[in-house]
């Protein structure tokens, strides 16, 4: 189980290409609680960890 702010980290799983399972994000604090399963992207079609960075990354607006 992993744990990010969503507000100040770029991880794949805050990416608007992720296909994997979605964080459980507390949207007052910014807070997020992530599993370390792996998912899909969108523009490689490859497999990634949810703390991934790659250079498509293009954060989701639920995030900001």
Not at 14 to 22: A, I, K, Q, R
Not at 30 to 59: A, I, Q, V, W
């Amino acid at each position: 189980m992993g744990k990010a702010n969503c507000r100040d980290t770029k991880i794949c799983i805050f990416c608007n290409m992720w296909m994997g399972t979605p964080p459980d994000t507390n949207y007052a604090t910014g807070m997020s609680k992530f599993t370390n399963k792996r998912g899909m992207c969108k523009n490689d079609g490859e497999m990634h960890t949810p703390e991934d960075l790659c250079s498509y990354f293009n954060k989701k607006l639920m995030y900001q």
